[in-house]
């Protein structure tokens, strides 16, 4: 019987203080792409999110290094996702004897590295995400039709 080498490792967060769908706008960046490159993109971007999300994607990493004894060069955010948590509910006095109700949802992330190199289907990847924008434009050369025929020249 063959035994296969694991490959992936995960990390999970659960009932971090955020909303779900806040922290999704950050983890759809990072899906896919090559460890060194996540932890640039979640230092630069302004989000509150990115701070939880980059100690999750620092501890995989350490678990993968840990666990399987892999390189942080060939790590890969093979999946990452978010899920609903449970909702904190208060009430807040207001005037008049009401109530007003404050909800602080919560929300559970998991984030899977792959190590590449003891994989065989991904030999020569750097990173699996294409990148969104391209240059779709060439250099327009505008040619100045009136100042050849002199209609706009006074004298």
Same mark, same amino acid.
């Given at each position: 019987m063959v035994k296969k080498k694991k490959t992936e490792v %995960?990390?999970?967060?659960? *009932?971090?203080s955020l909303s779900a769908d806040k922290a999704r706008r950050v983890i759809d960046q990072i899906r896919g792409r090559s460890y060194e490159e996540t932890l640039m993109i979640l230092e630069l971007m302004p989000y509150r999110a990115c701070y939880p999300i980059?100690?999750?994607v620092y501890s995989a990493a350490a678990n993968a290094s840990y666990n399987m004894g892999s390189n942080e060069a060939n790590l890969v955010i093979?999946?990452?996702?978010?899920?609903e948590g449970t909702t904190v509910k208060k009430l807040k006095p207001r005037a008049r004897g009401?109530? %007003?109700a404050i909800k602080r949802t919560t929300c559970h992330? +998991?984030?899977?590295?792959?190590?590449?190199?003891?994989?065989d289907e991904y030999g020569q990847i750097y990173s699996l995400k294409k990148p969104r924008w391209k240059k779709k434009? +060439? +250099?327009?050369? %505008? *040619?100045d039709v009136y100042s050849s025929e002199g209609v706009w020249d006074k004298k």
């Open positions: %995960y990390a999970l967060g659960r *009932h971090i980059f100690k999750l093979s999946k990452a996702e978010v899920n009401r109530s %007003y992330i +998991t984030i899977v590295v792959k190590d590449i190199s003891l994989d434009y +060439t +250099t327009m050369v %505008y *040619h």
